[in-house]
């Protein structure tokens, strides 16, 4: 889905599109990079990354739920 966001010309042709792009791979390398990691961990530690990786993916989800309600707004205001 990333692949689709980075096709998007109207994302690409302005500052917050490229923003918003340059956002999002951040967070996916940076996510990418913990996996390598996770076996470096001692093993106490890995309920906490546990709980700290659900806490990060309610997050994401608030902001997709956030997202996803914008749009029914705009959709019900055309």
């Not at 010309?9 to 996770?38: I, N, Q």
């Not at 700290?52 to 705009?74: P, S, V």
């Given at each position: 889905?990333?692949?689709?966001?980075f096709r998007d010309p109207?994302?690409?042709?302005?500052?917050?599109?490229?923003?918003?792009?340059?956002?999002?791979?951040?967070?996916?390398?940076?996510?990418?990079?913990?996996?390598?990691?996770?076996?470096?961990?001692?093993?106490?530690?890995?309920?906490?990354?546990?709980?700290?990786?659900?806490?990060?993916?309610?997050?994401?989800?608030?902001?997709?739920?956030?997202?996803?309600?914008?749009?029914?707004?705009?959709?019900?205001?055309?």
């Amino acid at each position: 889905m990333l692949e689709r966001l980075f096709r998007d010309p109207s994302l690409r042709s302005s500052e917050t599109g490229r923003a918003l792009l340059r956002w999002l791979t951040m967070h996916v390398k940076e996510v990418d990079k913990g996996k390598d990691l996770v076996d470096l961990l001692p093993p106490h530690s890995t309920i906490l990354l546990a709980e700290t990786a659900r806490g990060l993916a309610q997050r994401w989800d608030r902001f997709a739920e956030e997202l996803e309600r914008r749009l029914g707004e705009t959709s019900e205001s055309a």
